[in-house]
């Protein structure tokens, strides 16, 4: 059952449809896991370009994550409800730069991933509490996403 604040999101909308990770965001059960999946086939899809335009692809997904972010809030007068998963798709996409190839190593980016994202150790959840608007929900996620790769790329050094 929808939550009776989400019936403003559209997903005719694109920036609503891209908030909501392609619907996933509207999960009731654990909505920013399921948009984290969301974000594996799109890893997959950019996994083999180079550095530079794997970043590229994520700093304009940041950008564009600002608006998108900004544009659900807007919509439903909550700032970064459950639903709101963008976020999550960009964190993942940064936990994955330079990750090894293979389904484990998808596997271990998503758990450090959602692993940083609940649990919010220090400095993520001052960021969380502090900054609002579409750049407070996504940078957040930023930070976690940052965190998880170093562990996933320092795991990758020792095995």
């Known amino acids: 059952m929808r939550k009776p604040e989400l019936a403003a999101l559209k997903l005719s909308n694109p920036l609503h449809l891209l908030a909501l990770g392609f619907g996933t965001g509207l999960s009731p059960v654990m909505p920013g896991t399921m948009g984290t999946l969301a974000a594996i086939p799109l890893y997959l899809l950019i996994q083999g370009l180079s550095a530079p335009w794997y970043?590229?692809?994520l700093v304009l997904g940041?950008?564009?994550g600002i608006w998108i972010c900004n544009a659900a809030t807007r919509a439903i007068g909550r700032h970064d409800h459950g639903a709101i998963v963008w976020d999550e798709i960009i964190g993942f996409g940064i936990t994955m730069f330079a990750a090894p190839t293979g389904g484990w190593w998808i596997l271990a980016g998503f758990v450090l991933f959602r692993l940083f994202?609940?649990?919010?150790?220090?400095?993520?959840r001052w960021f969380d509490r502090r900054i609002h608007g579409g750049f407070g929900i996504m940078f957040d996620d930023v930070i976690a996403g940052l965190f998880a790769l170093a562990c996933l790329q320092g795991l990758a050094a020792l095995l």
């Open 55 to 57: 970043l590229l692809i």
């Open 62 to 64: 940041f950008i564009a």
């Open 117 to 124: 994202d609940i649990v919010k150790p220090w400095p993520i």
